[in-house]
């Protein structure tokens, strides 16, 4: 491991390149979520619905906050990944008013074909680094998360202004 600090005469070559580096993995991570789309005729925000579920069930609402869809946009959704066994919809125990929205085995098996070999290379890349390496990328990755989340809710702020002010 390379020691770095404020003072390096490096510090900016390798901040460019993890800069690089962060950017070609989100082009990487976004081909292939693309790719695996493509092959299993979801579209972008069918696959954000179904990758929020991984996380759990939700209600039709908080997939629409996170999509940014309507609630119509929303119930069209879960309505076609309902018709092809990805998801189901039930009313929630605690308020018969709420439907919980939640992934099926089908979309549990896709997730694994698709993502698993993925995740079980992931291990084995994490396995290789000490304990005090991840806490700091932890840390950064975190930071960044936020940084994104951010201007992300920054952009969203600025509403439809589309004169690149």
């Not at 070559?13 to 292939?32: K, N, S």
């Not at 940014?68 to 018969?96: F, K």
Request: overall charge neutral; charged content about 25%; proline content about 1%.
């Amino acid at each position: 491991m390379i020691e770095i600090n404020s003072s390096s005469r490096y510090r900016d070559e390798i901040a460019a390149a993890i800069g690089l580096a962060v950017m070609q993995w989100q082009d990487a991570t976004q081909a292939y979520d693309e790719a695996v789309g493509a092959r299993l005729g979801l579209n972008m925000a069918e696959r954000h619905c179904i990758g929020l579920l991984y996380g759990g069930p939700q209600s039709a609402g908080a997939i629409a906050t996170a999509t940014g869809l309507t609630p119509a946009a929303v119930t069209a959704l879960i309505d076609r990944l309902e018709a092809r066994g990805l998801l189901t919809r039930t009313r929630s125990l605690e308020d018969r008013r709420k439907v919980v929205i939640e992934a099926t085995e089908a979309t549990r098996d896709l997730s694994a074909r698709y993502y698993g070999a993925i995740a079980k290379e992931g291990e084995k890349v994490i396995a290789t680094f000490s304990d005090a390496e991840l806490a700091t990328i932890s840390r950064f990755v975190n930071a960044a998360l936020d940084l994104q989340r951010a201007q992300l809710a920054r952009l969203k702020a600025e509403g439809s202004d589309t004169s690149g002010r």
